[in-house]
């Protein structure tokens, strides 16, 4: 008899909650981690960096209060009173995740594992080491940081993001290396906090791979915030001095800071975990895993960063729940192809489904229609105009994705992406009676907007 029905290797947002989804089909369960519950998210990632951002946006807002007729002191930022702040909302979110697996029974073991069989791992723990054995076994180890090879990291003026989440304190100016999702979200963190901020980005535009609108919105926050941004060139060297950091750019500038992020994308965590050693096989640098999170060695599923190359908390929570339920004989499949993706810059981001590019590839006959939050009563009341609703449906109204800029567009992005996962059409959004008034609202307007009929939008001619 083996010693568990399901082990898992790693404790974050994919790991985790296998755990817990499988405790709860009644399963006998171990959680294998080598750092802390909560994984990269909970830590290093989508948890402290919304914290920072929430407190950076107040902030931001404080220091605009007189264009809503209130009369405040200037803020200022107190960086020790602020990083622990946010470490305190990690720490509180982390015993939660510990007291629920408690309260499940699961065996939360630490050290670092390493599979031996497909029934069997192996874990270095404080004690020494010590042999596992369950009928299945689910990967969940994660990702971590790319450290480019030109950036000195013997220096502790160069971090990556696992550092400035978890710093005492904020530099007084800032080089972001990389120019995606995780470089806008800092860049828009330090620069509301009144930090002088310069990003540089090697494409040609930020947030690659996003519509050329998203990317353009995301381009004009952060240089309303003073944001200097250099796109198409690169970093060909970076000095460290007493005084700072000064680095050169391929397009002959120079960029002086008190400190380097890199934010240039993260590496999955399958190296000495006894993938080779199984014959797991992997697809574009990741385990390849089928609808069920199955991995070409039977009872063997894998999950998350390790076998995805989209980087999202919530796909790999939802890649977690459908392992657990088929290695606790409870079949489950999920094609996995509607994910928000989103970035929290001020206005957020979000999209979900295909782009418009995408939804035209093969001569699909598509119609797209957009509503401005400029026309949205909420956004005005707000002050938060800046932004749209786009969405994109086949010629029979049957919609195929969607993107949204708005002050709350990954919140409204959830709505989108109901709509698209059941196959539902323009028409059934803009006959759902949306609450007024919320930011949710411009989905309806765009859809009634698709038909031709927009109520609150006089369309140009």
């Given at each position: 008899m083996s010693d568990?029905?399901?082990?898992?290797?790693?404790?974050?947002?994919?790991?985790?909650?296998?755990?817990?989804?499988?405790?709860?089909?009644?399963?006998?369960?171990?959680?294998?981690?080598?750092?802390?519950?909560?994984?990269?998210?909970?830590?290093?990632?989508?948890?402290?960096?919304?914290?920072?951002?929430?407190?950076?946006?107040?902030?931001?807002?404080?220091?605009?209060?007189?264009?809503?007729?209130?009369?405040?002191?200037?803020?200022a930022a107190d960086g020790?009173?602020?990083?622990?702040?946010?470490g305190e909302v990690v720490?509180?979110?982390?015993?939660?995740?510990?007291q629920l697996l408690k309260a499940r029974k699961v065996d939360v073991v630490a050290g670092r594992g390493r599979l031996l069989a497909s029934d069997r791992l192996s874990v270095v723990t404080a004690d020494g080491p010590r042999e596992i054995a369950a009928e299945s076994i689910i990967i969940a180890t994660g990702s971590r940081p790319v450290r480019p090879g030109f950036l000195p990291w013997d220096s502790p003026r160069v971090m990556t993001t696992d550092e400035a989440t978890t710093a005492e304190s904020l530099p007084q100016s800032v080089l972001i290396v990389g120019g995606g999702v995780i470089g806008c979200e800092f860049a828009t963190i330090t620069s509301e906090l009144g930090i002088r901020t310069t990003v540089v980005e090697m494409l040609d535009a930020l947030a690659g791979g996003a519509e050329p609108d998203v990317s353009k919105a995301v381009a004009r926050s952060l240089k309303r915030r003073r944001v200097t941004i250099h796109t198409g060139t690169e970093i060909t060297s970076v000095t460290i001095s007493d005084d700072g950091v000064m680095a050169e750019l391929a397009n002959g500038k120079t960029v002086p800071a008190a400190a380097v992020l890199s934010a240039v994308g993260r590496a999955p965590n399958i190296e000495e975990i006894g993938l080779e050693a199984l014959g797991i096989e992997l697809?574009?640098?990741?385990?390849?895993?089928?609808?069920?999170?199955?991995?070409?060695?039977?009872?063997?599923?894998?999950?998350?960063?390790?076998?995805?190359?989209?980087?999202?908390?919530?796909?790999?929570?939802?890649?977690?729940?459908?392992?657990?339920?088929?290695?606790?004989?409870?079949?489950?499949?999920?094609?996995?192809?509607?994910?928000?993706?989103?970035?929290?810059?001020h206005p957020e981001v979000a999209s979900v489904g295909l782009t418009e590019a995408e939804a035209r590839q093969g001569s699909r006959d598509v119609r797209v229609a957009e509503f401005p939050y400029r026309a949205v009563g909420i956004a005005r009341a707000y002050g938060q105009v800046d932004?749209?609703?786009?969405?994109?449906?086949?010629?029979?109204?049957?919609?195929?994705?969607?993107?949204?800029i708005c002050a709350r567009a990954t919140d409204v992005i959830g709505l989108i992406a109901l709509a698209v996962r059941k196959g539902l059409s323009i028409q059934d959004l803009a006959e759902t009676i949306h609450a007024h008034p919320t930011f949710a609202e411009a989905v309806g307007e765009a859809a009634e907007a698709w038909a031709g009929m927009p109520i609150h939008f006089l369309e140009r001619r």
């Open positions: 568990y029905d399901v082990a898992i290797l790693g404790a974050g947002p994919g790991g985790y909650v296998a755990a817990l989804r499988a405790a709860m089909r009644g399963a006998r369960v171990c959680c294998i981690e080598a750092g802390r519950l909560g994984g990269t998210c909970l830590n290093v990632g989508c948890i402290p960096t919304k914290a920072m951002l929430h407190a950076a946006e107040l902030h931001y807002e404080a220091n605009r209060a007189g264009q809503l007729g209130l009369n405040v002191d200037v803020a020790p009173a602020f990083m622990a702040r946010t720490a509180a979110l982390r015993t939660g995740v510990a697809a574009d640098g990741v385990i390849r895993v089928d609808q069920r999170c199955r991995t070409s060695v039977a009872n063997v599923y894998a999950v998350g960063d390790a076998a995805s190359r989209r980087q999202y908390a919530h796909l790999a929570s939802r890649m977690g729940v459908v392992a657990a339920d088929n290695a606790t004989g409870h079949p489950a499949a999920d094609p996995l192809d509607v994910v928000p993706a989103c970035i929290y810059t932004g749209r609703v786009k969405l994109v449906a086949d010629a029979g109204g049957r919609l195929l994705g969607g993107s949204v």
